[in-house]
């Protein structure tokens, strides 16, 4: 049986946060028996994996994570996403979930986070949520107020503001990693020639994104699980403790940095298989 994923288609505030890895939109899709690690039979389907990076890189983050999950035999979708506000982008990755057939799981890092917690509403196939040192926003919450809420962030310090000119001529801004600090402050645990291509590569959010308030979220009906990194820069422990707590989601540590598909993917790849042995 085979299963085909098709991809259809201010202020300023300087203690903004959301990140992610993003980019190239992959789209990788197969159906193989299953691995010995997932104790299902090989006539059993595997559900699609979607994948959402948050701002600040590419697609191309998730790179070591669909490796990984293509071996395991699951069909695998790494979103590209927009990056201009939280309704948009998350109506956009909603577009894709209803051009796969069977179930999902949805998977966000950072500001994907926010993402898939509005894209899973009304999208029946996502069976389960997965956040990888991601934003878990409660209705009204944004990202920049959400990282305010706990110390040890350093977005604040590490932001570069680009003015932008949307198309119906309201201001903006983009909003970037300084690349001298990208190191440092989103992958540290990465390789400095890695987070050298990685800050060369990221693709900005908007002040528009990253200050929308949330919809009503995905993860009060939809079971869930979290990866928090215990020395995240970007989103702090604390605040990914917080966020997994309040949505009860099933929730590891890691010691890791912000970049946790890029330095962990094996880590990343086996919460996602253990949500996914939950789909019926």
């Known amino acids: 049986m085979y299963r085909h994923a098709t991809l259809r288609r201010v202020r300023t505030p300087l203690t903004l946060l959301v990140t992610a890895v993003a980019g190239t939109a992959a789209i990788a899709t197969s159906v193989a028996p299953a691995s010995a ?3 299902r039979p090989a006539s059993d389907p595997k559900p699609t994996v979607v994948l959402v990076h948050g701002a600040f890189a590419d697609s191309s983050s998730w790179n070591g994570v669909v490796k990984q999950l293509k071996k395991d035999g699951y069909p695998v979708v790494a979103a590209a996403n927009e990056l201009r506000s939280v309704s948009g982008d998350a109506a956009s990755v909603r577009n894709l979930l209803h051009s796969i057939d069977g179930p999902v799981v949805l998977v966000g890092h950072s500001y994907g986070g926010a993402v898939i ?14 956040y990888a040192d991601a934003f878990l ?3 009204g919450e944004s990202a920049n107020e959400l990282v305010s809420k706990f110390q040890g962030s350093v977005i604040g310090k590490v932001l570069r503001p680009v003015p932008i000119t949307k198309q119906d001529g309201s201001k903006d801004f983009d909003f970037y990693i300084d690349q001298s600090k990208f190191h440092q402050a989103f992958g540290a645990d990465v390789p400095k020639q890695t987070a050298d291509l990685m800050a ?13 308030p949330s919809g009503e979220p995905a993860w009060k009906t939809i079971p869930s699980w979290a990866l928090v990194g215990s020395n995240d820069r970007i989103i702090p422990r604390e605040l990914q ?11 590891e540590e890691i010691r890791s940095s912000h ?8 880590a990343v790849s086996r919460i996602i298989d253990k949500a996914a042995q939950t789909v019926d």
């Open 117 to 130: 917690s509005n894209a899973a509403r009304g999208a029946d196939n996502v069976k389960a949520l997965v």
């Open 259 to 266: 970049a946790v598909s890029v330095s962990h993917p094996a």
């Open 200 to 212: 060369a590569t990221q693709r900005p959010g908007t002040g528009t994104a990253l200050n929308e």
């Open 241 to 251: 403790l917080f966020m997994a707590e309040r949505a009860h989601a099933h929730i």
């Open 137 to 139: 926003p409660a209705k």
């Open 37 to 39: 690690t997932t104790g």
